[in-house]
């Protein structure tokens, strides 16, 4: 199947934990993304790569460090986890700006983190 | 800064025809995106306008005014399965950054 998939779907753990989420798409996509859904459903903008390279870092804690090994890989390390951190996880693809719309970004199913 | 606005919740009859407004005001312009999300789901693709005017595709449409920052979702002839959130995206900057409005939740009811 053409998708973006991530893994774990769940992922519960303790606070002080560290934890990886690991998300790869097929579709051919230059643009990987992480977003963070929190309890009220808002959907807000961690990072971006294309093509490997970090060009959207947002006001995120230095806690949360995005790897992509090529540019079908896109993972996120969590150090230290803290309650609040709670959230639905979801990464993204797509092709970068300039293709009328070719920059519609596609997103994986999501990993539901619970920091107890 | 970015500032997008939606109504939080819309109820609407199975049959009928629900206009979802957003309002818009962002550093920067490349496009706005709705997206659908259910309840436990990923956010899906509905539609993208860029140019001023209306796109259709089947029971939904969307709208785009660049002057006046404001775009609406038309979904007729309401299915339950229409039941979801609906989500205002803003495309800015050259490194594809989306920026989403709160989202809308729509109930349809019999």
């Known amino acids: 199947d053409t998708a973006v998939s991530q893994t774990p779907k769940y992922l519960v753990t303790q606070m002080g934990n560290d934890k990886s989420i690991k998300c790869e798409q097929n579709l051919g996509h230059d643009t990987m993304y992480w977003y963070k859904q929190d309890s009220k459903k808002f959907l807000k903008i961690m990072f971006s790569?294309?093509?490997?390279?970090?060009?959207i870092n947002e006001t995120v804690p230095n806690r949360f460090s995005p790897k992509s090994p090529d540019k079908a890989h896109l993972n996120l390390h969590i150090n230290s986890l803290e309650l609040g951190d709670s959230a639905v996880y979801f990464c993204?693809?797509?092709?970068?700006?300039?293709?009328?719309?070719?920059?519609?970004?596609?997103f994986g199913p999501g990993t539901r983190l619970l920091v107890l | 800064g970015q500032n997008i606005d939606q109504p939080t919740e819309m109820t609407a009859t199975e049959g009928a025809i629900v206009q979802i407004n957003c309002t818009y005001q962002t550093s920067g312009f490349n496009g706005l995106f709705w997206y659908q999300q259910h309840a436990g789901e990923a956010p899906t693709f509905l539609s993208y306008n860029v140019l001023d005017g209306l796109e259709e595709k089947g029971r939904f449409s969307s709208f785009l005014s660049r002057s006046k920052g404001y775009s609406y979702l038309l979904l007729k002839e309401l299915q339950m399965k229409d039941s979801a959130s609906y989500l205002c995206?803003?495309?800015?900057?050259?490194?594809?950054?989306?920026?989403f409005g709160t989202g809308t939740q729509l109930k349809v009811e019999l």
């Open positions: 790569y294309n093509n490997k390279e970090l060009i």
């Open positions: 993204a693809s797509s092709h970068l700006l300039g293709r009328g719309g070719g920059e519609t970004q596609y």
């Open positions: 995206a803003v495309l800015t900057g050259g490194g594809n950054k989306l920026t």
